[in-house]
């Protein structure tokens, strides 16, 4: 842990004499009413509290978006949906306040379709209840000092997550047939991501202290969350945060939202939310500056930009002459160099030297424009949840709940995290040369990206402790991160089928359309569909190709990329082609994507060749 408390005190130093801008008050948790109220809005439900929304927020998230929601939904998802509308209204009827909804009102009919939506997870071996290692034996811990137990707490918290399970699962594995035994070369394969059924349905089994199938499958030889998890892309290909247009992003984000609450309440993992603290927000210059407020900026000069000009410069700085030195991240610069750097950043940016930026230096101004956000880069309103995710016992939950609170990020705190965790990830692999190991590199980073904990010349030991394990907890995440930073990125099947699904109500709702006319004109677009086009054809637009359209037979090996060269490549600029309307705003496809099942899942949409 000293790389870790080295990283504290080096923070300290450079914030000595500062402003403290945190009030008390703010620490404090939300209430009932406030936090509700919160989950609510960013489960996509705003209008359910608030009442009609403003002429901006309206065609987001109120009417037709709603119901269209709340139809998408598994039954797991609504009983949590209808748990928190539930304590909303009660807590405002215990305040006098009466409610702008009730949840009898918002869940008028069963949920018995709800597991036909979505089918439920494959079959698995029984549970066996494992044993609790966590804590020492009572009467040993009585006998030490107060400095020798919170010394042995720790040791025994990160053993702890370096090898949980080990021991009790080849104990499992060997009670099992070969048939649920998979072979260490593709054990790790993280085909959890082609499931149709979310990841709250699977996880029963630790309701009743047992073990899920994930568990038994997946933690093998080796548990310590070091070894990535390999992506298996089905057929339609896996497909990327980045790939889907905002309006599907926005309702892919309510839905998230939504699975990592039941997720985590299947788990028993519970979370707190406190108020954001108050910090200065600044409209120029680079550090202090919110990410949204300097892309806008950076897109000024550098069109299409998502990750901060100069954040991209000193990773560039570093993967350049740093990557090979030893302990780069480790080693602090100068205090006062870096200030200077800090001011001089501040006040000319786009005429900066960055040839006299040393190593050390462009390390210490990474960190500082981290530490420095108004909004950290993983957002106030899931620090706890972070936090909390200590508490899952099973490191392929972990992963999972990760992945969920990707996909929740704002798009440039998503950006730059990936930026981040790449760079990251190139200074583990040259570990040989700098020193820098997958934990060192953890122990750096986690003070930075999480809420440092502040020392004071008196400190009981229930605070030693906690401050040992936030340090632990965040070291471990970030591990967690750059190991498994693959993943993070990618939208599972079932979410993705859920998006489909809300645009298709959505589209219904907003369109007032009864069911017999919906009927109606589904055979006339299917009459149409067979005189236009064929079965298994479809037809190609590409508005800055020479051709700007070809028809095209689909068949079980045909790509994204074979329909790309057909149209050449006029341009300098690279191609992709487009998945377009039906139910679905906008997904750019995979080149290796099997069209023929892209057309099955969305026969109606058009298909678009563009950069």
């Known amino acids: 842990m000293e790389t870790y408390w080295r990283e504290v005190r080096s923070i300290e130093e450079e914030e000595e004499g500062e402003e403290e801008e945190e ?40 009417g037709s978006v709603t119901e269209a929601l709340l139809s998408t939904l598994t039954r797991q998802q609504a009983a949590t949906v209808r748990r928190r509308l539930d ?143 390999v992506p298996v892309s089905p057929p339609q290909s896996l497909t990327a945060a980045e790939d889907l247009s905002s309006c599907d992003l926005m309702r892919l984000g309510f839905i998230s939202h939504i699975e990592l609450s039941t997720f985590l309440l299947a788990l028993g993992v519970q979370t707190k939310r406190t108020r954001p603290p108050r910090r200065r927000t600044r409209d120029s210059g ?20 998502k990750v901060p000009v100069v954040f991209q410069k000193l990773l560039c700085i570093l993967e350049q002459t740093g990557l090979q030195t030893e302990g780069i991240l480790r080693v602090p610069g100068s205090a006062a160099r870096l200030k200077s750097l800090r001011r001089e950043l501040d006040r000319s940016c786009g005429e900066f030297d960055w040839s006299a930026v040393r190593q050390v230096d462009a390390a210490g101004l990474l960190k500082l424009f981290i530490r420095e956000l108004p909004t950290p880069l993983l957002t106030h309103t899931h620090l706890s949840t972070y936090r909390s995710l200590l508490g899952v016992s099973s490191v392929v939950h972990q992963v999972q709940a990760l992945q969920l609170l990707a996909l929740l990020l704002p798009e440039a705190h998503r950006d730059t995290l990936r930026a981040l965790l790449g760079f990251l990830r190139q200074v583990v692999s040259h570990q040989d040369r700098n020193r820098m190991s997958l934990w060192n590199v953890s122990m750096v980073m986690a003070p930075n990206l999480f809420t440092c904990p502040r020392h004071g010349n008196k400190r009981s030991i229930a605070r030693q402790r906690e401050e040992m394990e936030e340090a632990v907890a965040g070291a471990h995440l970030v591990q967690l991160m750059v190991t498994h930073q693959d993943l993070l990125w990618t939208v599972p099947v079932f979410l993705l089928s859920q998006v489909r699904q809300m645009n298709q109500a959505s589209n219904q709702k907003q369109f007032g359309l009864t069911r017999a006319t919906r009927r109606l004109l589904r055979r006339k677009n299917d009459r149409n569909q067979v005189t236009e086009l064929c079965e298994g054809v479809i037809r190609v637009h590409a508005p800055l190709h020479v051709k700007v359209s070809m028809a095209i037979q689909l068949d079980g090996q045909t790509r994204a990329r074979d329909v790309i060269a057909r149209f050449g490549n006029n341009s300098c600029s690279v191609q992709h082609l487009y998945e377009v309307g039906g139910n679905i705003c906008e997904r750019r496809l995979h080149p290796d994507c099997v069209l023929l099942d892209v057309y099955r899942v969305n026969p109606h949409c058009d298909w678009m060749i563009k950069p």
């Open 23 to 62: 009030e008390e008050e703010e620490k404090k948790s939300m209430d009932e009413v406030e936090l509700e109220e919160a989950w609510l809005k960013e489960a996509g439900l705003s209008s359910l509290v608030t009442g009609p929304s403003s002429e901006e927020e309206a065609p987001l998230v109120a």
């Open 87 to 229: 304590n909303y209204t009660e807590t405002l009827k215990t305040r006098n306040r009466q409610p702008i909804r009730d949840v009898r009102d918002v869940f008028t009919q069963p949920d018995d379709d709800s597991a036909e939506r979505c089918p439920p997870p494959p079959s698995h071996p029984p549970s066996h209840r494992q044993a609790d290692t966590t804590q020492p034996p009572k009467p040993f811990a009585e006998t030490l000092t107060e400095f020798d137990l919170l010394f042995l707490h720790l040791c025994l918290r990160i053993n702890f997550l370096n090898t949980r399970h080990a021991p009790k699962t080849h104990t499992l594995r060997r009670s099992q047939t070969h048939t649920h035994s998979p072979p260490v070369s593709w054990a790790r394969r993280a085909d959890w991501l082609l499931r149709d059924s979310p990841y709250s349905e699977g996880v029963a089994d630790h309701k009743r202290g047992g073990t899920c199938w994930d568990c038994l499958r997946f933690h093998g030889d080796n548990d310590s969350g070091d070894q990535p998890f």
């Open 286 to 305: 680079v550090f202090g500056v919110p990410l949204n407020s300097l892309l806008e900026n950076d897109r000024k000069t550098f069109p299409g930009v």
